[in-house]
């Protein structure tokens, strides 16, 4: 491998940052949109906070658990958001209301969860 021409595209992340987000409580997982735009943060409180990217402020922010939500993630088309919970619960949100469209409850808690690719 030519390590010169590697070099030369520069690093993989950027030199510095420009900005922070101030979130309402801790944050604990988070996931972006697939155009990048929006940010979904799960709340150590139980909260999905959704940043705009495009202005840095809060777009929504839902009332999704009663525990720490542990896992969200994004439908393909980004008008659905799954999140798990250390409360058992897994639950898929309707990003423009805010209102929850399903919530299923599991015997043990759920770490990880994410929406099939092509749906």
């Not at 972006?32 to 705009?52: E, K, M």
């Not at 250390?86 to 929850?100: A, F, I, K, N, Y």
């Amino acid at each position: 491998m030519n390590l010169e021409l590697l070099q030369s595209f520069g690093p993989s992340y950027p030199e510095e940052y420009d900005g922070t987000l101030d979130c309402v409580s801790v944050a604990i997982t988070c996931s972006f949109n697939r155009r990048g735009t929006l940010l979904a943060v799960g709340c150590n409180d139980g909260r999905i906070v959704i940043w705009d990217f495009l202005t840095r402020g809060i777009s929504k922010i839902i009332s999704a658990h009663v525990h720490p939500v542990c896992s969200v993630s994004w439908s393909r088309n980004g008008y659905k958001l799954l999140s798990a919970s250390s409360d058992w619960c897994v639950s898929v949100w309707d990003v423009l209301t805010g209102e929850c469209d399903e919530k299923y409850r599991f015997p043990s808690v759920i770490i990880k969860v994410q929406f099939h690719p092509r749906d």
